[in-house]
């Protein structure tokens, strides 16, 4: 054989070589991607792996996931810390099955696969807010006398012109802002996170257990002339309730979101002549909020709600006839998105109802600084096919305001964020955007210098100082969920600023 020849030979042989094992690798990587979608989607939204990077990977959300998949592994339990009780609960859902989904081998190189194509960090920059909120005059309020604050429910009463607040205790008080005066309504023995008003009947919805937990011990609790009465029990985490005559019959129907855990839905309650009936209208957990609109234009109250956890986006239950209903997801987010609330308003004036969320949720199995997290616009095209317009990024965004404050004709928004980047922008907890251009979507970013003064939780808005213009109420909770620096906890844990009044100076 010629000198040509075998080098042709040899250099045929080496492409063949090559060829199978580029082949061979892409058909591991095509085998590792499609086991991806299958396992790490059959549960959940597929997440985009640059979406964490790898070491939020590695040590937090893979073991989780293994174990969701029955794979062992000696440094992980799903059951760590939990009591008898907590963990019965937590297997009779079949979350962590005992059996393997798919072999060692396979399990460790799809661990590789993901580490490998994630990211080694996250984009941690934040835009620019001004610390100028000339508008607002910020009040510090204080409720009582120790350090700290648990404010876990608060809402302003229009009718009374009065704060609503309750405590992780349950101690519901109402507050007048021009007289400077707090007065106890009731106290509840739990965590209050919805409480309805009316003349003749009240409804609070106790939580039950506010740390993660398959237990189910939430309550809703009907009031008449004092005297409290369970309609509801065994409510897993209830975090809202919307009390509505949805089907025009007289009488009112409960919609309750039960965040729950591993485990979770949005539930309807109706009363019969024994009593009230539940009925599960969405049987997934991470329900955050529920609103009743008619998005058809039939006549009849559709409810919207938002969903974090597994399945985040905003659905729509269609209202047919007799109270049952038709779902449609219409907006879609990943998992590790964190929806924390959304508010329904005709942003662009166009007579439908367009969606304003916040994302933000951070202090699950990947407590890391998001640059996903903040503020999005959707705008409805009039068939409620919702178009993202507008996205502001805002670390641990988690609670939304949206009304035309300086009364210009134009939405502006109020965001607190319960998950900022408090090492180096702490005063980014709130964030004011006041609308410069709607149709443009400019706003003007800014925050005030006490912002760092409490962990805001809730928020609510309305005339609070009763002069013709609408005013904020955040509310402040120090409870630890996630580290924070040393010295801003101390400052928590020794101030007395339970609420705080951003009194809307538009109107002298």
Known sequence: MSRISSLLVGAISVAVVLFFVSSCQFSQSEKFANQYVTYCGSCHALPSIDDLPKHIWRDNVLPEMGAKMGMRDSTYSPYQGLSFRQMEAVMKTGHYPSQPMMSVEDWS?????????????????????????????????????????????LAFDEQQGKIMTANLSGQLVTYDYPSRTTVKISSFGNALTAYHGGAARQYATLIGILNPSELKSGQVYSIVDGQHEVIADGLHRPVHTLIRDLNQDGQDEIIISEFGHLTGELSLLTKGDTGYQKETLYAMPGVVRVVAEDMNGDGLEDLVFMASQGREGVFILYQEERLSFRREQVIGFSPVYGSSWFEMVDYDGDGDQDIITVNGDNADYSVVLKPYHGVRVFLNDGHNQFSEAYFRPIHGATRLTVRDFDQDGDMDMAVVATFPDYATTPLQSFVYLENQNSDQFVFEAQTFTQADTGRWLVMDAGDVDQDGDEDLILGSFTYSFVYVPDSLSETWNANRVDLMVLENQLVR
């Open 109 to 153: 190189q799809l661990k590789e696969y993901i580490i490998s194509l994630a990211p080694d960090s996250l984009s941690a920059t934040s835009d620019e807010v001004e610390v100028s909120l000339d508008q607002f005059v910020p009040e510090p309020i204080a409720l009582d006398d120790s350090g700290g604050a648990f404010t876990a429910f």
